[in-house]
């Protein structure tokens, strides 16, 4: 009997996810489950404040895409053995739920900072992606969720601008660090960053970033 209900359940999971326009399909190497024990006390990377503008907005997959000129200005240097290697910004996912979890615990949203090499060393990964999780928070969550939810809305899917600091607090990034894949076929090789602090979502602003993401799924149907 246990085991019907097990499988009940994973049958209505999978059910969402499809529903929902996630993939199923999935890497062996990534996404894992962080346990908070191997977090390091120190800073794994830092954002500067860097301020993109004229940001665009896209949902492909159930994901939410950012893209900007701006992005590249934003890099990040890993040195290996005196040699170092450059990532750029490429762009920033918004994944619901989240992809990893902390502890065995999902979370409501995760956010990837999606960088590509540049400037070749000695690191193997051609993609390096800095990860942040988010859980609802009683009184509301960073402004920045007003601001995805409102863009999402506008015809053209702007923002005006976009601050990285605005998404990390304080900038700094403390967590975990693991040589993994993208989560969903082509598994390229990935340098993942797990940011250990948690970040805020107020309920109402992922219900309506929900909405935006609905409505904009129904458009495209109608457009096929």
């Not at 739920?97 to 900072?113: A, C, T, Y």
């Not at 999402?152 to 660090?177: A, E, P, Q, T, Y």
């Not at 693991?178 to 598994?187: A, E, F, I």
Request: aromatic share 10%.
């Amino acid at each position: 009997m246990k085991s019907i209900t097990i499988l009940f359940a994973i049958s209505i999971y999978l059910f969402f996810l499809v529903q929902s326009g996630v993939s199923t399909r999935t890497c062996k190497s990534s996404p894992i489950n962080v346990l908070s024990k191997d977090f390091t006390s120190l800073p794994i990377e830092s954002f500067k404040d860097i301020v993109a503008r004229n940001v665009n907005l896209s949902v492909k997959k159930g994901v939410i895409v950012l893209t900007s000129k701006d992005f590249k200005k934003a890099h990040i240097t890993g040195a290996e053995d005196s040699e170092y290697t450059t990532f750029l910004l490429d762009k920033v996912e918004i994944h619901i739920p989240s992809l990893h979890q902390i502890d065995g615990k999902p979370h409501p949203v995760e956010i990837n900072f999606v960088y590509r090499k540049i400037l070749n060393g000695p690191n193997k990964n051609n993609l390096a992606i800095i990860s942040t999780l988010y859980k609802f928070a009683k009184f509301g969550g960073l402004r920045f969720w007003n601001d995805i939810a409102k863009g999402l809305s506008k015809r053209n899917r702007k923002m005006n601008k976009f601050n990285l600091k605005d998404v990390v607090r304080d900038g700094h990034i403390f967590g975990f660090n693991y040589d993994g894949t993208l989560t969903s076929p082509p598994c390229k090789n990935v340098e993942w960053h797990i940011n250990k602090d948690i970040g805020t979502i107020g309920i109402k602003q992922f219900q309506e970033i929900k909405a935006a993401i609905k409505k904009k799924s129904m458009n495209l149907e109608r457009k096929k």
